[in-house]
């Protein structure tokens, strides 16, 4: 079909107020499911949910006033008028902070999916909270990649990587690891941004996933539009 | 009728590109990558013809509809734009749906072509793997984990050169 678009799909949407077809559920009852319920204060759990896995903890222990936070001084150095970190901002803050040390800078695009990984409520920006655990997962991930590139070629091999994804517990089939691998990989070997990249999106995606699968199946039964929240953004 | 060597021709990925280049010179080579993944179900780095020629037809859909949006001709449209032109495209999406989207295309409340073609490959893609899902058409599919994984990371186009 030679049509863009998929005009008609589910019921068509009303001009004003509540839509009702399938799709078009009003949002507080069913189209962002637990999306909009208090699920930022829970930290992701390593390894503890059999399906999916882990990634790497958050760290929720004290709550340390932000002002004391000795990461809120770099958090507003970084963040600009409007108290958020965006894309090219987060961007500039891990080139210039030399968190890649010998590895290539971060390209804008996993930037955006790191952001987006985290953004809850949408509002394509990262604020202080987002910032420190994206840090720790970060922080997380890297250790992970310097421990399999023992070269220090800033690259690591297909079977290495797919031992690191193991060892962050997620339960991911053979054949879908091995054609997931074969896209990350240039030439044979897997270079950290695009790690990162596959690290940031299976957290994104596991923890969609787990928000809605509530009867533990390893399945989810999506809406439409669910499923567009959560796959376009990643 | 196609030529054996017209066939050949028209499956190689650098067709495409070929192709994509005079369309557009300015476009970015990572947004034909993507095409190909999001096309490539047989993850053989080619399209066939009839894939191309479908896709073909989004494309010059989608700049016309860009266009429409960009009176400037600027090259980029407002982020607010860019929800009524998805909406024009017929995608059925909620306010939140439409502004998530929105807010993870655009940099600076604007979206250049590149990425709003790089977003709409996206949509069609994910809006086509849904439907083949949902086979009695009621808006609505059952998703295994490890299927969806697979499917979501392999839209990953590496930004190494």
Known sequence: MAYPGYGGYGSPMPPQGMPGGPMGRPLPNHMGGPMLGPMGG???????????GGGYPGTYGALTPAANDPMWGYFTAIAGQDGEVDAMELQRCLTQSGFTGTYSPFSLETCRIMI????????????????KELFVALNGWKQNFTMFDRDRSGTVEHHELTQ?????????????????IKRYNKGGRIYFDDYVACCVKLRAL????????????????????????????I | MISPLENEWMNSLS?????????????????????????????????????????????????????SFDRDRSGTVEAQEMQQAIK??????????????????????????????SCCVRLRGLTDHFQRRDTSRNGTA????????????????????
């Open chain 2, 142 to 161: 059952n998703f295994h984990y490890d299927d969806v994984s697979a499917y979501i990371l392999c839209m990953h186009v590496s930004a190494i050169a």
């Open chain 1, 164 to 180: 690191a994804i193991s060892s962050m517990g997620y339960r991911i089939s053979p054949q879908a690891l091995n054609a997931i």
């Open chain 1, 206 to 233: 596991t923890d969609h996933f787990k928000r809605r699968d509530t009867m533990h199946q390893g399945s989810v039964h999506f809406g439409y539009d669910d499923f567009i929240l959560c796959t376009m953004a």
């Open chain 1, 42 to 52: 829970a930290p992701p759990q390593v390894g503890g949910y059999a399906p999916y």
């Open chain 2, 88 to 117: 024009s495209l017929g995608y059925n999406l909620s306010p939140n749906a439409l502004n998530m989207i929105m807010k993870r295309y655009s940099v600076n409340g604007r979206i250049p072509f590149d990425d709003f073609v």
């Open chain 1, 116 to 131: 987006a990984m985290l953004d809850r409520d949408f509002t394509g920006k990262m604020g202080f909270s987002e910032f």
């Open chain 2, 15 to 67: 067709f495409l590109f070929y192709f994509i280049f005079l369309f557009n010179p300015a476009f970015n080579i990572d947004t034909c990558r993507l095409m190909i993944n999001m096309l490539d179900r047989d993850m053989s780095g080619t399209m066939g013809f009839t894939e191309f020629k479908d896709l073909w037809q989004a494309l010059n859909a989608w700049k016309n509809i860009f266009m």
